[in-house]
């Protein structure tokens, strides 16, 4: 089964600088894909950005990018600029992309991102 | 196009109490995932359903839950004699069609259950 470590419970970052979340997860497939999602106060979860494993070019969205590392397993997300909207929980989030589960996401604990004024 | 609703957002019940979530898709959106979130914890996933079938219940606990999506009307989750333990908040995401490559899964805005 798949697993998906976040190691950092909370981080903080001060408004206008980076910040980088990571992701590392556990799996016995080459192909699959990997998310961040974003869960505000309101609790509602919106997808943040998307990674294809098969892909070596890493994802970008505007102000949020990710760095894929596909031998560790590792796929970080930065945020630069940081708003204060973008205060929320981030979890990272692991889908199969072949068998009979490829519906499934299976998501870290989730990072607690603090954006200082 | 109105987003995947769900209702009530909280829900109070007692222990013993049954709790029944509503999911009602987004439009066009034949395909219904719910997932469980504990305090603290990564969303979980409880069953997928599509129009009148169960297609993955893996899970869900094997007693008290019960999921269903009709023909007509929203996605139900229900849980029979509530615990403390089933304290939590409740997603339901929704896609159009069988999930490919990085096709999303869109999702509510979430019932909190507390079991008093």
């Known amino acids: 089964a798949q697993t998906v470590t976040q190691s950092q419970p909370e981080m903080s970052v001060q408004e206008a600088e980076t910040v980088t979340l990571s992701c590392t997860y556990d799996?016995?497939?080459?192909?699959?894909?990997l998310f961040w999602y974003k869960q505000p106060p309101s609790r509602q979860m919106i997808l943040v950005i998307r990674?294809?494993?098969?892909?070596?070019q890493n994802a970008t969205e505007n102000r949020f990018s990710v760095n894929f590392q596909k031998a560790a397993k590792s796929f970080s997300l930065k945020i630069s600029d940081s708003q204060l909207g973008d205060a929320a929980m981030y979890f990272c989030?692991?889908?199969?992309?072949?068998?009979?589960?490829?519906?499934?996401?299976?998501f870290g604990k989730g990072t607690l991102l603090t954006v200082n004024p | 196009n109105a987003g995947v609703m769900q209702n009530p957002r909280h829900l109070v019940r007692r222990r013993g109490q049954e709790a029944r979530l509503r999911c009602s898709p987004m439009?066009?959106?034949?395909?219904v995932y719910w997932y469980r979130q504990l305090p603290e914890e990564g969303l979980k996933f409880m069953v997928y359903?599509?129009?009148?079938?169960?297609?993955?219940e893996s899970g869900m606990p094997k007693e008290r839950f019960s999921a269903e999506f009709p023909k007509e009307g929203p996605s139900i989750l229900r849980i029979q004699q509530v615990v403390r333990g089933d304290s939590a908040a409740y997603f339901c995401?929704?896609?159009?069609?069988?999930?490919?490559?990085?096709?999303?899964?869109?999702f509510g805005p979430g019932t909190r259950l507390t079991v008093l």
């Open positions: 995401a929704s896609s159009p069609n069988e999930l490919a490559g990085l096709n999303e899964q869109f």
């Open positions: 799996t016995s497939e080459s192909d699959y894909y």
């Open positions: 990674q294809e494993a098969y892909k070596q």
């Open positions: 989030a692991y889908r199969s992309a072949s068998g009979g589960s490829n519906y499934k996401l299976t």
């Open positions: 439009k066009g959106h034949s395909h």
């Open positions: 359903l599509q129009k009148e079938n169960i297609i993955d």
